[in-house]
């Protein structure tokens, strides 16, 4: 608990410090294709990449709801266990929703699904491809709000701001229309 509380605490002095709320958000390059198995979940799935009913492209977050969304974070990263495709189903970039097993772009649809659920704004909720260090590609959720983009990440229990998650970004859904992607660039 009290390890959890200061995790919010040093998310909230950092995006405190960091200015204007539109440096911590990630900015948009060209169009891209949506990575093929995400392609395939759209056609196996419609209602899993449909466009969102709302129009509010931003979240309002405070310190109470900050530390609700870590907790729920947790929740599903400890609750889904990390299962590459590969074992799972024998072939690469197999996406879905995940229940109890999954990689990284299953548990990030899992938390954006769940999220969506509870009431979260469907356009504010998206995916974003990145690199970790050592070069393996990896899928994040993002959520972004009026403090910056905050990435819930399968790798660790912390909310961080996109700038703080050690990842190279590089493509994400556009908010409000998940089957419509853009290459990410890095803000100046």
Known sequence: MVRSVFAIFCL???LLQSGAAATSWLADGEDVTAPSGYLQL???SPEACSRAADDQDFAL???ATLSQLEKFNQKVNISIRYVPDWAQFGRAD????ATFAGDCEDISLAKRSALIQAGW???ALW???AIVPGGQSHVVL???????DIVLDNRTASLKLWHQADLQFLARQVPGDPTHWRRLRPNP
């Open 94 to 97: 197999e996406w879905y929703i």
């Open 42 to 44: 759209c056609s196996r």
């Open 12 to 14: 909230v002095a950092s």
């Open 127 to 129: 995916l974003a491809v």
């Open 61 to 63: 977050v405070s310190a």
């Open 121 to 123: 704004p469907a356009a």
């Open 142 to 148: 993002v959520l972004r709000s009026d403090w910056g």
